[in-house]
């Protein structure tokens, strides 16, 4: 069964950094997509960049291109998503998911998840 653990969150000044890292363990991943999801108080959980773990193929969220860019290293099972210019609105609880199969922007579709680590970007 695989599991996802999300590091790195915490709080930064708007315009600031900040790398988010999701590290998976108990299965082969080669099928597999990962994706990133945001979820503020009172909102749904919003999708915010994926990536194929062979293939490298990226996908972002509108609210955040040009801006986050999501990165695997196949041998560390790790996915990054580093976060530039940040925003009061990227605020959020930002959740690690895992699905087989290609590219997906809903949470629905995911099968597995991770704990989930809070981004505070404050103005």
């Known amino acids: 069964q695989v599991t996802l653990v999300e590091t790195g969150g915490g709080s930064v000044q708007a315009g600031g950094s900040q790398r988010l890292s999701c590290t998976a363990s108990?299965?082969?991943?080669?099928?597999?997509?990962m994706g990133w999801f945001r979820q503020s108080p009172g909102k749904e959980r919003d999708f915010v960049a994926g990536?194929?773990?062979?293939?490298?193929?990226?996908h972002y969220g509108d609210s955040v291109k040009g801006r986050f860019i999501i990165s695997r290293d196949y041998g560390k099972a790790t996915v990054y998503l580093q976060m530039n210019s940040l925003e009061a609105e990227d605020t959020g609880v930002y959740y690690c998911?895992?699905?087989?199969?290609?590219?997906?922007?809903?949470?629905?579709?995911?099968?597995?998840w991770g704990q989930g680590t809070q981004v505070t970007v404050s103005a």
């Open positions: 108990g299965g082969s991943f080669g099928t597999y997509w």
């Open positions: 990536i194929g773990w062979l293939s490298g193929s990226s």
């Open positions: 998911a895992a699905r087989r199969g290609g590219a997906h922007t809903s949470p629905d579709a995911y099968t597995t």
